[in-house]
């Protein structure tokens, strides 16, 4: 079992940057793989990036493409997003997700996800 705990969230304006990160308390850090997901203010939660257990796997939902850094630190039990541009419709609960490794790539889908954190909150305002 992993437990995630996100943090670095806060307020900033449009086109500022934010860092989140993520630890997980777990031996065995580089069996998962690791995403990020959000939930906006009266949406359903999406994915918004998502990792290999080795790293050189990653993947994007398109909104953030160009802007969004998923990467991670097997060694430190780290899990990293770098956000820059950032724009109003990115305000969001963020969440750190960990889930089984199943080959060199990652899904960002929730169900490929089993360990979640109690989220971080971005806001970006205009």
């Known amino acids: 079992q992993v437990e995630v705990a996100e943090f670095g969230g806060g307020l900033v304006q449009a086109g500022g940057s934010l860092n989140l990160s993520c630890i997980a308390s777990?031996?065995?850090?580089?069996?998962?793989?690791m995403g990020w997901f959000r939930r906006a203010p009266g949406k359903e939660r999406e994915g918004v990036a998502c990792?290999?257990?080795?790293?050189?796997?990653?993947d994007y939902t398109g909104g953030v493409k160009g802007r969004f850094t998923i990467s991670r630190d097997n060694a430190e039990n780290m899990l990293y997003l770098q956000m820059k541009s950032l724009k109003p419709e990115d305000t969001a609960m963020y969440y750190c997700?960990?889930?089984?490794?199943?080959?060199?790539?990652?899904?960002?889908?929730?169900?490929?996800?089993?360990?979640w954190g109690q989220g971080t909150e971005v806001t970006v305002s205009s």
């Open positions: 990792i290999s257990w080795s790293g050189s796997y990653t």
């Open positions: 997700a960990a889930g089984p490794s199943n080959g060199a790539e990652c899904e960002l889908e929730s169900f490929r996800f089993e360990y």
């Open positions: 777990a031996s065995g850090f580089d069996d998962y793989v």
